[in-house]
């Protein structure tokens, strides 16, 4: 089949993983590639969402766009941390001494950045 051929299907003969409109894969009944925990797949499908918001509002600001930009990156970065510490509080849920540790470190660093 040479490119731009339609098959039998009505397809280009594609293979491999289909994806929706967004790009993000489609779970086609096997649980996708966080296994069976749909909240985490979903809360990490909406971080990536809200991360290219954060990086068009970065684009729109540096070409001069302030306000648009500024906007766009600051609700981006709003959607990031809400997911970031939804999924820290499922991960310290866990009760387990040695996950609780990883956390505290890794939020050392970022209270270091600040």
Do not use: C, W
Not at 48 to 70: A, I, P, T
């Amino acid at each position: 089949m040479r490119y731009g051929e339609y098959d039998e299907y009505g397809t280009y003969g594609r293979r491999g993983r289909s994806r929706d409109s967004r790009g993000r894969y489609n779970e086609g009944g096997r649980g996708g590639s966080y296994g069976h925990y749909p909240y985490m797949m979903d809360r990490m499908d909406r971080m990536k969402d809200y991360y290219m918001d954060y990086n068009e509002g970065r684009e729109q600001y540096n070409r001069g766009d302030s306000y648009n930009g500024e906007e766009t990156m600051i609700e981006a970065t709003e959607g990031i941390m809400k997911g970031f510490s939804d999924i820290v509080k499922e991960l310290a849920d866990s009760n387990n001494p040695e996950v609780m540790k990883v956390i505290e470190k890794h939020t050392r660093k970022i209270m270091e950045m600040m």
